[in-house]
Nanobody, 122 residues
């Protein structure tokens, strides 16, 4: 059974930083594209970042230069390092893993975690 478990969310002031982690069981992260999506209150879920098995990365324009996605294959974990956080970054953040070993993106049909809340507020 595949399970993705996010952690690291919380309340942070504008300009602050957080690191989200997503640990997996029942699946080998090193062979797959991994990613993060988020959903803000009253808004649709949106793509944030992904990293391919070859470590190529893609980011939502709004987070470029502030967020960094990385992976630790030995720990079967993917991270989202978030710096200079803004109130608009407030959302539930979801970790994703591609079902197909040949997919270079992640989306609704792939594996998802349960989400972790990030709130940016003074």
């Amino acid at each position: 059974q595949v399970q993705l478990v996010e952690s690291g969310g919380g309340l942070v002031q504008p300009g602050g930083s957080l690191r989200l982690s997503c640990a997996a069981s029942g699946i080998n992260f090193s062979l797959r594209t991994l990613g993060w999506h988020r959903q803000a209150p009253g808004k649709q879920r949106e793509f944030v970042a992904h990293i391919t098995r070859g470590s190529s990365t893609t980011y939502l324009d709004a987070v470029k230069g502030r967020f960094t996605i990385s992976r630790d294959s030995a720990k079967n974990t993917v991270y989202l390092h978030m710096n200079n956080l803004k109130p608009d970054d407030t959302a539930v953040y979801y970790c994703n893993a591609a079902r197909s070993l040949f997919s270079s993106t992640v989306g609704p049909s792939d594996y998802w975690g349960q989400g972790t809340q990030v709130t940016v507020s003074s």
